[in-house]
């Protein structure tokens, strides 16, 4: 089975604090997405990755940035946290395939994370 | 553009009672579609995608779920639901046409089995 993992499932931070949430897959898989979660919003992604540091901006990606140097890692961080990023962080990995996306995407279990 | 809607915030049946979640799709050439589970506190789990092909597509846990190019719809069906499968559900779409690797959301379905 794949194993998504993140490193914390709650966290309470400060505002103007720096923020690291890590993710790690054990498959092997090239691509690599961070989403945040947040009621009647759904899934908005915040920044993908298709390769050992490459990036890409997703829809939401303002206040947000991500380092990827090992291909099993992918990392989030928060510059300096503010309160309306207290939301619900998921972490998604999938292989690649030809056809550039009909694989589905594997998810860690969730980073509830609180800015106060 | 790609998006997805899902128009009803929550679905309420009794237990053994058939279960639909609806889903309906905007893309700009052919979907993938996709639907998730959520059951609190977990992340998502994959339930089951269309690619192409038959038009009716099974899942995990006995769900299933209809393409329907005409309506652009994607429903996620149950024969008989059980109270387990109280969750929130997540219908998806990528658009073939798309240069990059991006699933658009819908906003999340909640279902409540009663007992």
């Known amino acids: 089975d794949v194993k998504v993992t993140q490193s914390s499932r709650y966290l309470v931070k400060r505002t103007g604090e720096k923020v690291f949430l890590e993710c790690v897959q054990d498959?092997?898989?090239?691509?690599m997405f961070w989403y945040r979660q947040d009621p009647g919003l759904g899934l908005r992604l915040i920044y993908f990755?298709?390769?050992?540091?490459?990036?890409e901006k997703g829809d939401i990606p303002e206040g947000y940035s991500v380092s990827r140097e090992k291909k099993e890692r992918f990392s989030l961080i928060l510059e300096s946290a503010s309160t309306n990023q207290t939301s619900m962080y998921l972490c998604?990995?999938?292989?690649?395939?030809?056809?550039?996306?009909?694989?589905?995407?594997?998810f860690g279990p969730g980073t509830r994370l609180t800015v106060t | 553009a790609q998006s997805v809607a899902q128009p009803e915030d929550q679905v309420n049946v009794a237990e053994g009672n058939p279960l639909t979640v609806k889903c309906t799709y905007s893309?700009?050439?052919?979907?993938?579609l996709f639907w998730y589970v959520q059951y609190p506190n977990r992340g998502l789990q994959f339930l089951l995608k269309?690619?192409?092909?038959?038009?009716l597509v099974k899942g995990s846990y006995g769900f299933e779920a209809e393409f329907n190019k005409s309506q652009t719809s994607f429903h996620l069906k149950k024969p008989s639901a059980l109270v387990s499968d109280s969750a929130l559900y997540f219908c998806?779409?990528?658009?073939?046409?798309?240069?990059?690797?991006?699933?658009?959301f819908g906003a999340g379905t909640t279902v409540t089995v009663r007992a």
């Open positions: 998806a779409v990528r658009d073939t046409d798309g240069s990059d690797y991006k699933l658009s």
């Open positions: 990755s298709y390769d050992v540091k490459m990036k």
């Open positions: 269309y690619i192409t092909g038959d038009n």
């Open positions: 998604a990995s999938s292989p690649l395939s030809k056809d550039r996306a009909s694989y589905e995407q594997y």
């Open positions: 893309v700009s050439g052919n979907p993938y």
């Open positions: 498959m092997d898989h090239e691509n």
